[in-house]
């Protein structure tokens, strides 16, 4: 019997897409006949292909944001160059509509002047714990303690 997997892939080069990288795999569960309730069934089929599709969602956020966080600090670099090196990661825990997620972020050291540690890809407003939530999340909260994404 045939199954679907959901799949998050990765092409690197849009001239090339046939060469892809995996990114995230769920299979769905497979079909169970035994115990099935004719009046529950959509119910459940529904269920299942929810968690699983927002479990993709919450993997195509983080690694957007992965992508958009390398594009930040390359940029950064390239504003100052020589100074800057790669020094870790920090995550940022955010509250979203897809739940509670860690997004990676990466902490360069500024040696040049006063040095110091910043994160290029750190989102305005994200409070120096390392927490932030989407503005959709809690439209009550004041702009310094939400990421007014």
């Known amino acids: 019997m045939s199954q679907l997997i959901a799949m998050i892939m990765q092409a690197d080069d849009l001239v090339n897409p046939e060469v892809m990288t995996e990114v995230w795999r769920q299979p769905m569960p497979a079909i169970q006949l035994e115990g099935l309730e004719p009046s529950r069934y959509l119910d459940g089929l529904e269920a299942t292909v929810m ?24 940029r950064y670099r390239q504003e100052h160059p020589g100074v800057v090196t790669g020094d870790g ?28 540690h910043t994160l290029p890809g750190s989102p305005r407003g994200a409070c120096k714990s390392g927490c932030a939530c989407c503005r959709k999340t809690c439209p009550l909260a004041p702009p310094s303690d939400c990421w007014a994404g």
């Open 89 to 116: 990661h920090d995550d940022l825990k955010v509250v979203s509509r897809l739940g509670v997620i860690f997004l990676p972020r990466q902490v360069c050291y500024q040696q040049e002047g006063t040095a110091h």
């Open 51 to 74: 968690e699983v599709g927002w479990a993709a969602m919450r993997t195509l956020l983080v690694e957007q944001w992965r992508l958009r966080d390398q594009a930040l600090v390359a």
